[in-house]
Structures are given as C-alpha cells and as structure tokens.
C-alpha cells in the first residue's frame, strides 16, 4: 500500500475506533453496568438522605468518638489520590513513622500492646478505606473512655464490620472505617 | 602425540607476537576489546592520574602483563593451530618437485608410434593446458591432465599415502592423472587439462591454506554474538564508573577492566579460531581435502546420506561362500568348480579356489594347464579351462551358462532366485555343457558398517543406499546393514534426481562419488565427497576429495563436523557459564570502597579487593591455554540422539563452567596469599 | 502454609485462563498463522462465535476498503504498522496538548506541556504508559477519547505482531506475513474488545465506577468536605489489564479503591494481566502444531517468575525498615509485614505477586507503591524488567522471547553438533546478528540514560530519596520507558523537559527498533525452506532446553544489570537488613 492509502486507512481506523472504544464501549458499559447502579457511580453512602462519603474511599477521622483510619499524605482528599513514595531508607519516612507513632502512643497509652503496624504506615493509594480488625480493636479501650460505649458493643460492632480473607486465603481481613464510624455514631444516637 | 615439536612451538610463540597488531586483532572482537584495555591499563601504568588512578604502580603494571599474557595466550591457540595445518599443507607443497615432462609435438600421433623424436623434454612450468603429455614407466606426471590413450599402473601414494598402484586409462572413471605421480609401468598420452599453479596439488595446497583463514559462516554468527555481548558488557562495565560518581565513589578503570574482561566471553573468543582450524585439520588426516570450512560445518549438519553399496557398505569384493550341488554329485562340483577358477586371478576366482582349499578338494593338478584357461570374455560371459581330455569346464552368470548348456538340471532357476534373494550372486558350474551346480557368491558388509550406520541413525542422519544391484540384493544387503531406504537397480544419472528430491524435503543430504556422471549430484549434494581416484569432473563437483578413495569415510567427515559444532558450542556455554562467578567476586571487590556492604556477596571469602581482580584476571588468562587441547582435539563425541547430547553437554560444559571459577579464582587467590604477593 | 495454598490456587486459576485464552487466540489467527491445530473438542462451540464476529469484521473492512485476502510482506507489514501508530501519536499528542479548549473537561484542567504531551503519546502509542502525571490532571475527554483508545489500539498493534511473526515460520519460501490491517482489527474485535467489557463488568460489580459525573462532594459525618473523583474507570481499567497497558485512570493506579476495589477484583486483574501476554505464547505452540513447546516457553519464564516472586515476598513479609528503626518504648505490631505504601485488603503477599506480575509483563500497573518497598523486595521488581518483563506484552512478548530464543538455539544447536535451526527454520547470521542487536539495545537504553541523569544536574534534581534508592529510582524509571514496561518506582520528579525527552525517547525505541528487527527476522525466515524433524533436530520440548533457555536469559538479560543493582537495590538492601 502506498503512504497515502496508509495514512487514509489509518486515519479512518482511528476514527472508527474512537466511535467503538471511546463511544460505544464505554457508554455501553455504563448502561450495562446500571445493574449495579449504586456501584457503578462511586458506591456513595447516604446518611439521612444525604452523600458522607465513598465505602470504597477512606476519610480522615480526627475528632476523638471515631475510629481512625491510616495516615495519609493527602488527608483523603479524594480528588487526587497515591502515597508519597518514602523509600525505607528515607529519613523523612523514619521521622513521619516516629512521630506517629509516639502520636498514637501518647493518645492511646498502649502500654504492653503492640501498635498495629498499619495505623502507622501510609497505604498506597493513599485513601485507604479499610483499617485491620487489630488496628480496630487496639482502639477499643480508648474509645470505651471516650464514648462511654462499652468494650463488648464496640468489639461485636468490629467484629460485624470484619471482613475476612477471600475464601479464607486471598488478601488480609479487614474493617471499613467510614462503615464502622456510621455504625458507631448509630449505636451513640 | 607427546613428542613436542619444538620448532613449531619457537613460531607459534613468535607468530603470537606478530599477532598482537591491532589491525590484525579487530578481526576477532572480543579480543580486540581486551586489547584495548590493556592499551588503557599501560596508560594507567604509567600515568595514574589520567583516569584517577589511586591504585599502586605494581597493581596496574600487573594486570597490564597479565593482559598482555591474555592476549599472547589466544594467539598462541590460533597460531599453533594454524601451523598444525600448514604442516599438512607443507607435506603437499613437497611434492611439487621441479618436474619435466615429454610435451608432444603432434597432438595426433598415435600412442604406439610415439619415438623420442615425436616429443621434446620442457621443463614443468613450460607445459600449458591443451598440450598433450607423454609419459612412460619412471616418469613423474608433470601436471593434471586426462589420459587420452594408453592404460598404466601409477604409484599415487605420494598423495594419497596408499602403496598400492592405481591403473590409469583412457575413456571411463579411471583417466584423470595427478601431476606429481609416478608411472610405473606402460606409457600414457596426456592431455594435460591444468594450467600452471592451478593443478589439482596447488589447489589443494591452497584450499588447506584458504581453509584455515576463512571463517565459516556459522563461525560468522559465533562472532556476531561474541561482538553484541561484548558490546553489553562494555555497556554495564563503563556505565558503572558513572553510578559510582553519584554515589560520590572512584571505580578504578583497572578494576572496571578487570570485571569487563571477566565477563567478556574471551574463552570462546581466544579458542574460536583455533577450534576450526583444528576441526579442519582433523578432516586432512583422514587424507580428506575439504574445499571449505563450510563443507566441514554442513556434513555435521547432514540429515541424510546416499551410500553406494558397492565398495562404501559393502567391500565389493564378492566372495564364494557355497557350492551347491544341483543334480549332480556334490564331489563332481567341487572338483569342477576348483577346476573352473584355478588359473582363475580375479578375486572371485580366487575366493571359488580359497573355498575349495577349505572343503579339501583334490584334483589332479597335472592336468590343469595354463595356457588351456579359458579368459573370461564379454561375449561368453564365462571363463573355465579345458582339460587335456577335452573337457570343457566353464563357470559364469547363471543366464550365460543356461544359454551355453545344452542340460539344465530342474531346480536351477529357483536355487539362483534363492540365492539372489538372500543377497548372494549365482554362477552356474556346467561341465561338457552339462550344468552341475552353482556357486554362491556373497558380497560382506564391511566391517563395523552396520554399527556406524546404525549411530548415524541414532543421531538422525538417515542413510540411503543406492545400488545398481538387482532388488532382491538390494533389499537383502539393505536388511543387513540396517537400512530402512534403498534404491535398487539405480542408475548414477538418477543420483541428481534423489538428490533434488531429498532436498526438495528441507533436507541437507551427502553423497560421495567419483564418476562423471556423479558430478551433476556431487555439485547438487550439500557435502559432495569425491573420490581421488575418479574423475576430475568428480573431483571438480564434489566440495571434498577423499585421498583414499574409500567413500565409506563420508561417515568420518560427518562426525568430524558435528564435533567441530559441538566443541565451538559446548566452549561458549563454558564461556558463558563462567559469568556467573565474576559477579559474586569482582563487584563487591571493585565497590569495596564506596559501598562496603556489597562484602556479603563475596562469600568465596577472598582476600582482598586487589586480590580479586588480579586472580579473576590470572584465572582469565590461564584457562585459555588450559583449554587449547580440547579446543584441538575437540569435545569427546559419542553418537547419541539430540536430546542426550544437549543434556550432556550442557551439565558437563555449562556446569563446569559454574563451577571452575569458582575454585580457581579461590585457589589462585589462596595461592597469591600464601607467596606472599598480598 | 495458608498462603501456598492460596498460591497454588492462584496459579491453577492462571493456568486455566491461558489455556482458555490461549486457545481462543490460536483459533481466532488459525488462518493467519497457517496453524493446522484444531479448538480442543470441549472448545469447539467457540466456533459458533465466528459468524457474529465475521460479520462486524467485514463491515468494518468494507468502510476501510481493505481487501482482506491481500497479504503484506515484511516491510510492508511494518511500514502499514508504523503509519497506523504515527497517525496515532499525532492524534494522541494533539488531544493532551490542546485538552483545555476540548469537550468533556468538567474540571477545566490544562493542557500538557509539549514535552509532556510528547512524553505521554510516546508511552500509550507504545503500550509503556509510564506516567509522568497523576491520573487526575487528565479530563475526561483524554482518558476516553486519547489513553482508552490508545489501550486498545496499542495492544491490538501487538497483538497483530504475534500472528505476522509466526507465519514467517510457518511459511515455505513465502514472503508474506498477512495483513496488518486484518490481524489488528480481528484481534480487537474478537479478543480485546469482547473480554475487557466481561472484566470491566466484574469491576463494575465490585465497585469500579462507570461514572460520567466529574467529582462528588460529600459532606463526612465529621462535616468536613471530600471531593471525590469519579468517571469511567472500570472500562479503562479492564483494557488497562488485559492489554498489558498499565496506565492509571488515577495517580495511585491499581491501589486506587476505584480502580480495584476489592480482594477479588485484584486476583482477577493479577490473572488476566498474567494470562493475556502468557496466553499468546501458548498460542504459538499451537500455531506451530507443538503445544509442548509453548508450554516449556511458559514454564521457563514461569521457573524465573517463581524465583523473583520468592525475592520480593520474601523481602516484603519483613517489617518496613523505617519501622524497626522506631525508638522509645513503642511496640509494633509487625506481623503484617511491610505495609507502607500497600493497602489493607491486599497485604503483603498479593501486592508482591502483583509487583512482580506487572513486571514480568508489560504492564506496569501498580497496586502498592514500588519505591516504599524494603530493598529485598525492589529487587525482583528490577529484575523483572532486565530480562525485559519476561513475558512481555500482549503480542511482543513473543517476539522478545524469540530474541532470546535464536541465542539460546544457537548456542544448543552447535552443543549438539548442528548448525542451529528452529522449528525446522535455519538460523544463520542475518537473523542472528538482528537478535544480537536487539538483545544489545536494553542495556543502552538504560544504563546510558541512567548514567546521563546521575551526572547531570537537571537529572539530579529530580531525584525524591537520598542514597542508593535514589539510584534506583532513576534506574527504575528507565528500566520501566526502555523495557515498555510503565511502572513507577514513583517519588522522582520526573516531569521535566529531560526525563521527558529521555525516556520518551527511550519508550519509542524500545518499542519500535525491536518490532522493526523481528518483522525482519520474520522475512528472512519465512523465505527459507522447513527442515523437516529428525533424531537429530535440538528438540525444543525437553527439560534440557528450559534449563538452557533459563540461564541464557539469566546470565544474557538478568545478570549484565548486576553493577547498576549493585549500586541501586541491591547496595541498599546489603547495607541495613531488609
């Protein structure tokens, strides 16, 4: 084929495409996935009729009657998104962690308990929704003095909102804060 | 093989001098990148600064010469296999003595008229192609040419190492003469058919020479790959010096070179050259003339072959194994067939009396004369003798004898088909036109036959024979020796036709030949080995000549080339292999200083950073003519399917090739601890 | 214990799937590659599938006036498939440059910056996508109409690779490969198109959205704002997997809750981003009538995946360095591993799996931050991609694995005292000397760039970690743009006039110089005869050829990288513990 037939049939390929891969495609994909509606626009949680938040996206809880989630670069502003790439030979990396950590010491006076290491590490993404059921239950007795609620309600409350590993064997188990926060602020009303 | 030459030792040595000119060198890249280093490590030797230096003079100064012995050593390989063969060619140039020859002064004359007056004696170079040539008992064959009339037995063992005399004639396979060749008996007019320096003997001579200079183009692509890594290791070594910069660290170029030439394949690099000479010298003791390395390279690569029966599976002498009676009385045909092949000097005839010898025939000898043995002719088909008495006794092919008797007892015709069918040839015995009986006559594999073919197979190079012979022998010898395609009742012209048809198939086929009407299928073959005592045309098609004339050697060559392959493959897994421990000892040596965590990694527990380099460098340079040996003798070859080749070879080679650093680079450091040198 | 079971699950599912696709593949270029192998029985009712599809192809042939039954020989199969990409590269490079005065732009983002848009079309043309961006600076339009379409079309281009290269063996003194136009649209209309909207809707059901609004904003039962941003990223993210493409619809890429949402929803990711590039070698064992053969392909690359995986799980079930370092009368709570930069729900081991996965391929999708890895667990990630990601990308994977291929026939044959030949195809040095170039250009792709920006100023300055990670971080990014791999080590500034040019560069010739160099090889073979097999042919179907094949991709692709490890990961990880 010469340059010029080339050039034509690949400018029409490209339009064509544009109409299948960019039109159709994901139009088409919208449509279908109508039957997941809630899902498919952004697995919003309603709260009295109105949006607080994404299931799927973690929320920086500061105020002391909540669980927390695990820090984040960007404060779960979810409007942009990932961690900040400290390497682990980076100082700042071994700063942030110390100061964390005494954070978390001085505010949750674990005494011989083990700090969960996630409550110290910052995820990926950045908007981690989830926390691990151990960094959940490590609040527990802050949260009794707190709230007043007692040690066995919050513990059934995490224990409710766990979620374990895919048939037991993929990923970790995990607790979603935002949920876990809602069903707290139930249980307080 | 233990006697050193020591002559040829003082010019290997010398030539691996000669041969460190860079011009020279660049034709091998791997060694040539090494050159280039040692140039950078005598600059550094000298003047440290330049790139940086903060290494002792010593330290640089040693590597330089263990460079420079790097060096020396792979041209000493390439040299010593170079002069190996020029022996060869040597031996040959011998022959071209200053000759004379008798140059005809009319082309036309008669060979019987021919008188001292009717040529003039020149001198060898003087005689062109298109004159014609006389020559009589004593004379040495003054150029190549083909005998136009005559016939004569030539001693040709001067090229061909065989004492036995050849006959030479004119019309048929048997007319080309080769210059430096004696005439023992009768007289020859020859058309001489080469120039000067273009004989069969200068071709050779430089055809041996040529051989061992050219690369073969599988040795091309060997390079090509030796060159691109080379190209990478250069890449990661010189890039280093730059990672270290950032990691505010000086990487020695000594020791960047140390590492570069420690992953360099300088093995294989230094060995490449001398792996193919030696291959081809190889290929010249078996009194084989290879016209190309390529030749050499593809009979290792043959799938299949085309075997004549004759002479290459078989001796082609036929043999009396039996007499069977048919008839008659068994003593009656004993005695007839002792009586038939007495005077009888063919090796058949002799074979017809060795037997009767055996069976304790008796016969009274007074009664056979010589002059009464009757010739076997062309006419007849028989030969016999007659007896004082009259009576006739002839013995010949079954037809002939059958057309001659007058009496054919019953039974005959199937005792010969039984025969026949069991491989053998029948003649038929008829006393006074009265047929008693036959003689079985056996053509014998030859010795060993069935078992190379049978490893040929094995290895996936399917063997093919041919014959003229009639079905039922073909299929009967083709049985014995364990051949699954045979052609019988095939013509020599029909050779081209198989050849095309094989190859048509994607294969790579060999043949050997010597007759004229082979050379269209010796050109076509892939390997075409031609016989020296066929025609030049033969020898003109065929990319190999065998001295010997013995074409069951096609098997040789074929073995010769698939070890010529083998070693060249199992020294670059070698090469390679070896690799693996340079990374483990050199770059935590070379990053000692700026990164001194990298430590953990040199669990061979050296002494020292320059320590390292220096034995890596010493272990380099020394396995290069460790190696040269098996780089000459070739790798051990046994005849085995691809798959146990592979395996074998790849755990010896590739495993010694993990290995063998290791050790060596310990003990030699090891070494330099206890003398003191660290 | 739990975890090699869940191991062994895994890779039966990902066997399972690379026979599925890999039969549906060989089927769909039966005709193509000259195959003579059949649909197993069980699969026979695919077939039904080919009316359907014929009938969208021929419409779509018909509207390009291709003529389908005009085959292309080499060049012009190359010289069709770089027009079709440098029409592409256009298109793409205008659509980021002028975003901001195009549609769908909600957010009123800006366009890209020359060097950028340059940058960004270099890496989608070529399936790379590394990203010198985050996700978000891109509007709607661009991901839709630019980086989705370049998904598909990019990965189609590479697929229609794998059919031309095969038929170039296959064929007998024949010069023709097909043509490029048939190969592309029936690959995407057959297999991209089809199986990314099924997995696309997985993810929708997992809660991958399929948005058109730009950002919700919510109200947090804390009172305070979250702008959260949406869009169609299920369907992006579906071709961004299947296609080995990578590119994030957001910064954080596949750790993004949106982009993959879910334990499951990121093994069947891992699976299909595995299976697609593995599923066309299978393929080719099919193609060329020796299924044995393309499984010890996979076999041998899956040996050195194993190995790798091991390396990084390994280093990456040990706590995070920084953490140990913690002082004071704190007590961590270790157990899970180093979790900076990794998520919750996945956890140490299916990110590891994950790392090494998009390595391995071209894929370069994230779900856990690479650069926050503890140095042991960066290596196999690094290594990954020196043997030039293993498997590759859909299509080029196997024509990368053939690079190594010709050297390790090569080197076996003549062990075994045959002038090398594969699949009855004479390899001499026209093919081998393309081959040795081709295996020459990674290392100068990367170790001359990376020496380039470790001395220069403009390129230090980029550099986010101090030491011997920031090493790694520059010796990462142009591992990723040479080996159109695309993932990110992340942290360094990248987006600059010189990391641009150099890896956009980088990416292009990557890409593109190998492509030219094997549809080369794929002329000169299918010119030749086909040696018919013997006992003596090497036998490409044995154990011993995959121990050979593994060292020479080892000792020739992984080692040569060793010094610039050294000084990178390797430094790092030898001088504090993990």
Redesign the interface.
């Known amino acids: 084929m010469s340059v010029k037939k080339n050039v034509v049939t690949a400018v029409k390929l490209i339009v064509l495409s544009l109409l299948i891969f960019s039109i159709i495609y994901p139009l088409l994909l919208g449509g279908v996935g109508q039957l997941f509606a809630d899902k498919a626009s952004g697995s919003i949680i309603y709260q009295n009729g109105k949006a607080v938040g994404s299931r799927l996206i973690g929320q920086n809880f500061v105020s002391d009657s909540y669980f927390i989630s695990r820090p984040s670069s960007i404060n779960y502003d979810a409007s942009t998104s990932g961690s900040d790439n400290l390497a682990a030979s980076n100082p700042k990396l071994q700063q942030r962690i110390a100061a964390d950590s005494m954070k978390i010491k001085v505010k949750y006076q674990p005494g011989n308990r083990d700090v969960p290491v996630d409550l110290i590490t910052e995820s990926g993404s950045a908007l981690d929704p989830h926390i691990s059921p151990e960094a959940a239950y490590f609040q527990v007795s802050y949260l009794v003095e707190q709230t007043g609620i007692s040690e066995s309600t919050l513990n059934s409350l995490i224990e409710e909102h766990t979620e374990s590993k895919l048939l037991g064997l993929f990923g970790e188990s995990r607790v979603n804060v935002l949920e876990l926060n809602l069903a707290l602020e139930e249980v307080l009303d | 093989m233990f006697d050193i030459d020591w002559e040829q030792q003082w010019t290997a040595i010398k030539q691996s001098f000669i041969k460190l000119d860079p011009g020279y060198l660049i034709k091998n890249p791997v060694m040539f990148v090494v050159e280039l280093c040692t140039i950078l490590t005598i600059i550094l030797t000298i003047y440290p600064p330049l790139f940086n230096g903060q290494e002792p003079t010593w330290y640089y100064l040693t590597i330089t010469l263990i460079l420079v012995f790097t060096l020396l050593f792979a041209n000493y390989a390439e040299s010593l296999a170079e002069l190996q063969g020029e022996a060869h060619a040597d031996s040959l140039k011998a022959l071209q003595v200053e000759s004379e020859g008798k140059r005809l002064k009319n082309k036309d004359i008669e060979l019987d008229e021919i008188t001292e007056a009717d040529y003039e004696v020149v001198a060898g170079e003087e005689i062109e192609k298109g004159d014609y040539v006389f020559a009589e008992k004593g004379d040495i064959i003054p150029r190549d040419g083909e005998v136009v009339e005559g016939s004569a037995s030539i001693d040709e063992s001067a090229i061909t190492g065989e004492s036995e005399p050849v006959i030479r004639e004119s019309g048929g396979d048997r007319n080309s003469v080769t210059e430096g060749t004696e005439v023992l008996s009768d007289v020859l007019k020859i058309e001489v058919t080469a120039a000067v320096g273009e004989s069969f003997l200068d071709r050779m001579i430089d055809l041996v020479e040529t051989a061992s200079r050219q690369k073969t183009p599988n040795e091309i692509s060997m390079t090509l790959i030796l060159a691109s890594f080379t190209f990478v290791y250069l890449t990661a070594v010189v890039t280093m010096r730059f990672f270290g910069m950032y990691v505010d660290m000086n990487v020695d170029v000594a020791n960047l070179i140390a590492l570069l030439i420690g992953l360099m394949p300088t093995t294989i690099g230094a060995l490449l050259a001398s792996i193919r000479i030696a291959g081809m010298t190889r290929v010249t003791r078996e009194n084989i003339i290879a016209k190309s390395g390529k030749a050499v390279e593809s009979a290792g690569d043959l799938d299949a072959l085309i075997l004549d029966k004759t002479g290459t599976i078989t001796t082609g002498e036929r043999i009396a194994e039996k007499f069977i009676a048919v008839g008659s009385e068994k003593n009656e045909l004993y005695k007839a067939c002792l009586q038939s092949s007495y005077f009888d000097e063919t090796p058949e005839g002799r074979s017809v009396v060795n037997l009767a010898h055996d069976l304790d025939v008796e016969v009274d000898e007074s009664e056979l004369k010589k002059e009464k043995f009757v010739e076997f002719s062309a006419k007849t088909r028989m030969s016999g003798i007659d007896l004082p008495d009259g009576t006739e006794i002839r013995k010949g092919s079954v037809e002939a004898v059958k057309e001659y008797a007058d009496k054919i007892p019953d039974g005959l015709t199937d005792k010969a088909h039984e025969i026949a069918d069991s491989g053998g040839t029948p003649l038929a015995v008829a006393v006074d036109k009265k047929i008693l009986g036959l003689i079985e006559l056996q053509d014998e594999l030859k010795i060993g036959i069935k078992a190379r073919i049978q490893e040929l197979q094995e290895m996936g190079v399917k063997c093919i024979m041919a014959t003229g012979d009639n079905e039922r022998t073909a299929r009967y010898v083709a049985e014995q020796a364990g051949i699954e395609e045979y052609y019988s009742e095939f013509k020599p012209e029909e050779k081209i036709a198989l050849v095309e048809k094989i190859q048509k198939s994607g294969k790579l086929i060999g043949m050997t030949g010597d007759g004229t009407n082979d050379a269209p299928a010796l050109a076509k073959a892939d390997v075409g080995l031609a016989m020296q005592a066929g025609t030049n045309a033969a020898k003109e098609a065929g990319n190999m000549v065998d001295l010997d004339s013995d074409p069951t050697k096609l098997i040789e060559v074929v073995a010769i080339g698939k070890q010529l392959l083998m070693t060249r493959g199992s020294l670059t897994t070698f090469s390679i292999a070896n690799d693996i421990s340079r990374y483990f000892a050199l770059i935590p040596a070379i990053f000692s200083a700026g990164i001194p965590a990298l430590q953990q990694i040199n669990f061979m527990n050296l002494y020292s950073p320059q320590s390292v380099v220096i034995a890596s460098l010493i272990y380099n340079s020394l396995i290069i003519p460790f190696l040269i040996p098996l780089a000459m003798k070739g790798v051990d070859y046994k005849a085995e399917s691809s798959s146990k080749l592979l395996r074998k070879n790849l755990v010896i080679y590739g495993g010694a090739g993990l290995i063998a650093p290791f050790i060596s680079i310990k003990l030699i450091d090891m070494l330099l601890v206890m003398l003191g040198v660290f | 214990m739990?975890n090699i079971?869940?191991l062994l699950?895994?890779f039966l599912l990902l066997f399972t799937l690379i026979y599925l696709f890999g039969e549906y593949i060989a089927w769909i270029y039966k005709d193509e590659t000259k195959s003579k192998s059949n649909l197993p029985n069980k699969l026979k009712f695919i077939k039904k599938l080919d009316r359907p599809f014929k009938f969208v192809e021929d419409r779509?042939f018909s509207?390009?006036?291709?003529d389908q039954n005009k085959e292309?020989n080499w060049k012009?199969y190359l010289?069709?498939l770089l027009?079709?990409n440098?029409?592409?590269f256009i298109?793409l490079f205008l659509v980021f440059k002028f975003q901001n005065i195009l549609p769908l732009n909600p957010l009123n983002l800006e366009g890209m910056s020359w060097d950028q848009a340059f940058h960004t079309a270099s890496t989608f043309i070529s399936n790379t996508n590394q990203q010198h961006y985050?996700?978000?600076i891109l509007s709607y339009f661009s991901q839709?109409?630019a980086v989705?379409?370049a998904m598909?079309?990019s990965a189609g281009t590479g697929l229609a690779l794998a059919p031309a290269f095969t038929r170039g063996i296959q064929n007998?003194e024949e010069s023709k490969l097909g043509n490029f136009?048939v190969n592309?649209?029936k690959g995407?209309i057959r297999f991209l198109?089809p199986v990314?909207?099924v997995v696309?809707?997985l993810l929708?059901?997992?809660?991958?959205?399929?948005?058109?609004?730009g950002?919700?904003?919510?109200?947090?039962?804390?009172g305070?704002k979250?702008?959260?941003?949406?869009g169609?990223v299920?369907?992006i993210e579906a071709?961004k997997t299947l296609g080995t493409n990578g590119g994030g619809f957001?910064?954080?890429n596949a750790?993004?809750?949106?982009e993959n949402?879910?334990?499951?929803s990121?093994?069947v990711l891992n699976l299909i981003m595995l299976a697609s590039p593995m599923a066309i070698i299978y393929a080719f064992g099919i193609w060329i009538g020796k299924r044995r053969h393309g499984v010890i392909l996979i076999g041998a690359l899956f040996v050195i995946f194993l190995g790798l995986f091991w390396v990084t799980a390994a280093g990456e079930m040990q706590?995070?360095?920084?953490?140990t370092?913690?002082?004071?009368?704190?007590?961590?709570?270790?157990?899970?591993g180093?979790?900076?930069?990794?998520?919750?729900?996945?956890?140490s081991l299916?990110?590891s799996l994950w790392a090494i996965s998009t390595t391995s391929t071209t894929n370069g999708a994230?779900?856990?931050?690479h650069?926050?890895?503890?140095?042991q667990g960066s290596v196999g990630p690094f290594l990954a991609m020196a043997m030039n990601c293993l498997y590759n990308g859909v299509g080029v994977g196997l024509l990368n694995l053939m690079t190594y291929i010709f050297?390790c026939v090569?080197?076996?044959?003549?062990?075994?005292?045959?002038?090398?030949q594969y699949l009855?195809k004479q390899?001499?040095?026209r093919e081998?000397?393309i081959a040795?170039?081709i295996?020459?250009l990674l290392?100068?792709l990367v170790?001359?760039p990376?020496?380039i920006a470790?001395?220069t100023k403009v390129g230090?300055e980029a550099i986010?970690?101090?030491?011997?990670?920031?090493?790694?971080e520059v010796l990462y990014e142009m591992f990723s743009a040479a080996a159109n791999n695309g993932s990110g080590?992340?942290?360094l500034m990248d987006n600059s006039v010189f990391y641009n040019l150099l890896n956009g560069g980088a990416i292009l010739m990557g890409r593109y110089l190998p492509i030219f160099g094997q549809l080369l090889i794929a002329g000169y073979l299918s010119q030749k005869?086909?040696?018919?097999e013997?006992?003596?042919?090497?036998?490409v179907e044995?154990?011993?050829?995959l121990?050979?094949f593994v060292?020479?991709m080892i000792?020739?692709g992984g080692?040569?990288?060793?010094?610039?490890l050294?000084?990178g990961p390797?430094?790092?990880m030898?001088?504090?513990g993990m």
């Not at chain 3, 994230?366 to 931050?369: A, D, L, Q, T």
């Open positions: 739990l079971i869940a699950v895994f779509i509207f390009l006036n291709i292309m012009q010289f069709s027009i079709f440098g029409v592409l298109f985050g996700g978000e839709l109409f989705g379409l598909f079309l007998e136009y592309l649209i995407l198109l990314s909207f696309a809707l929708i059901s997992q809660g991958s959205p399929q948005w058109f609004g950002e919700i904003i919510v109200n947090t039962i804390e305070v979250q702008a959260i941003r949406v169609p299920a369907g071709i957001f910064a954080a750790a993004h809750p949106f949402p879910t334990i499951l990121n093994i706590p995070n360095r920084a953490v370092m913690v002082k004071g009368d704190v007590h961590i709570d270790q157990s899970l180093n979790m900076e930069g990794k998520e919750t729900r996945f956890g299916l990110s994230v779900n856990s931050m650069n926050s890895y503890n140095p050297i090569f080197i076996a044959g003549l062990m075994i005292g045959r002038a090398p009855g390899i001499e040095w081998v000397k040795a170039l295996i020459l290392p100068v170790l001359f990376t020496s470790v001395i230090k986010h970690n101090p030491g011997f990670t920031g090493f790694s080590f992340e942290g005869k086909i040696r018919p013997t006992e003596g042919t090497l036998k044995n154990l011993s050829f121990v050979l060292g020479v000792i020739i080692l040569i990288f060793m010094p610039a050294a000084v390797i430094a790092e030898l001088s504090g």
